[in-house]
Each structure stands twice: as C-alpha cells, then as structure tokens.
C-alpha cells in the first residue's frame, strides 16, 4: 500500500512508528523519495552588502557554477548573513528581494557616454570612462583651485566639485574616500546615506 508523504507524517505524529507503517504493508519508498536535496549544497558562498540603504546589512551571495574558466556562473540565493553584527541575518523585504535586482535584465552592467549634442547612449570601456572622469576633474581643479582666500588665508580649496559617497562602503573604504576628497581641495562631501 502506498501513502502519501503528508498521510505518512500524519501516521508518524498519531504515534504509530515507521516501523510499525512497514509492517502493516505501507512503504515508506515514496516519502523518502520525496526527500528534496538542499538548493545550496553545490553553490559558492560571496559575502556582500546590500546596496539599498545606509543600514548597510550583510548578504550571502550563493552562486551556481564551479568556477572554472568558460564556465557560467549564477546567482541562485541571496539571504542576510548571520554572522554579521548589523543585521544578524536579517532583511527587509527590499533587501529579500536583491536577488531580482541581481538578474533585473534593466540592470546597469557597464559605464555608458552620450556625447554633447547626443541622443543615444554608448558603451565604453571601464578604462575609458576613468580616463575620462580623471580628465575633467583635472581641468576642473586647474581652473578653479583656491590656494588663498582674501584675507591671505591658505585655505586650498576646490570649489566647484562635489562628492557624494556611497551609504554601504564599509568603514576603511569610507575613511580612504573621504582623505582622498579632502586631499584634492574638496568640500561638498556627503553621503547617500543622508538621501
Ligand atoms: S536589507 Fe533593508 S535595511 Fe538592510 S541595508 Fe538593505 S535596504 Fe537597508
């Protein structure tokens, strides 16, 4: 006689054994049949933050894929990181739902340039792009410098820029972007954690 998994556990919890199911002719074949491996058995583990909010709570990333060259790897899971002392594990349902912000097909993957006058959007390289952004700044700053104020002051201020943080670096990464801004002369510096 066969049962189904749930007639089985419901057989086990009335007191009556497996065991005992066997010897009245029920298999328990098809139940541990049933048994489902753990989705996360062959995934890699990536400690991460979620980029959402200044609360800053740690993800495990869990990718599919062993990593070898050619091969394609995936992010299957995403969950809160029990060992880390923001969240102890925990998220809120914006970041539960990291993992659709992962495979969003809309999600920004490269640096894109649309040239003055430009309608469309292109695609350039990370090299580009940093060689861009150095230059500008660059250029900028030579303008527009301030070594001294009015009184005689040194003040070596660079005022026509701004810099605007991200709310998620973690304490090392904040404090070197934070010299390095002051380093240059800047002023305006904030952090997306006050948005
Ligand atoms: S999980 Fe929620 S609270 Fe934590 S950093 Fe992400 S958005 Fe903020």
Same mark, same amino acid.
């Given at each position: *006689?066969? +049962?189904?998994?749930?007639?089985?556990?419901?057989?086990?919890? !009335?007191?009556?054994?497996?065991?005992?199911?066997? @010897?009245?002719?029920?298999?328990?074949?098809?139940?541990?049949?049933?048994?489902?491996?753990?989705?996360?058995?062959?995934? @890699?583990?990536?400690?991460?933050?979620? /980029?959402?909010?200044?609360?800053?709570?740690?993800?495990?990333?869990?990718?599919?894929?062993?990593?070898?060259?050619? @091969?394609?790897?995936?992010?299957?899971?995403?969950?809160?990181?029990?060992?880390? /002392?923001?969240?102890?594990?925990?998220?809120?349902?914006?970041?539960?739902?990291?993992?659709?912000?992962?495979?969003?097909?809309?999600?920004?993957?490269?640096?894109?340039?649309?040239?003055?006058?430009?309608?469309?959007?292109?695609? +350039?390289?990370?090299?580009?792009?940093?060689?861009?952004?150095?230059?500008? *700044?660059?250029?900028?700053?030579?303008?527009?410098? +301030?070594?001294?104020?009015?009184?005689?002051?040194?003040?070596?201020?660079?005022?026509?820029?701004? *810099?605007? !943080?991200?709310?998620?670096?973690?304490?090392?990464?904040?404090?070197?972007?934070?010299?390095?801004?002051?380093?240059?002369?800047?002023?305006?510096?904030?952090?997306? @954690?006050?948005?």
């Amino acid at each position: *006689m066969s +049962v189904t998994r749930r007639q089985f556990l419901q057989l086990t919890a !009335a007191g009556v054994g497996s065991t005992g199911l066997v @010897a009245l002719g029920f298999s328990p074949d098809r139940v541990l049949a049933d048994v489902r491996n753990f989705k996360l058995s062959r995934t @890699a583990e990536t400690r991460n933050t979620c /980029p959402y909010c200044s609360v800053g709570c740690g993800v495990i990333l869990y990718t599919l894929g062993d990593r070898s060259k050619n @091969a394609h790897s995936a992010v299957m899971h995403v969950e809160g990181d029990p060992d880390h /002392p923001v969240n102890r594990g925990t998220l809120c349902p914006k970041g539960a739902s990291l993992l659709d912000f992962i495979q969003s097909p809309n999600r920004l993957r490269y640096p894109e340039y649309r040239a003055p006058g430009s309608d469309k959007w292109e695609r +350039v390289t990370w090299e580009w792009a940093l060689d861009r952004i150095a230059r500008l *700044m660059k250029d900028d700053r030579d303008k527009h410098f +301030v070594a001294k104020n009015a009184a005689g002051v040194t003040v070596n201020r660079w005022p026509t820029v701004g *810099m605007l !943080a991200a709310s998620a670096s973690s304490n090392e990464s904040g404090y070197i972007t934070h010299k390095v801004f002051r380093a240059m002369g800047g002023v305006a510096f904030d952090n997306q @954690a006050r948005v």
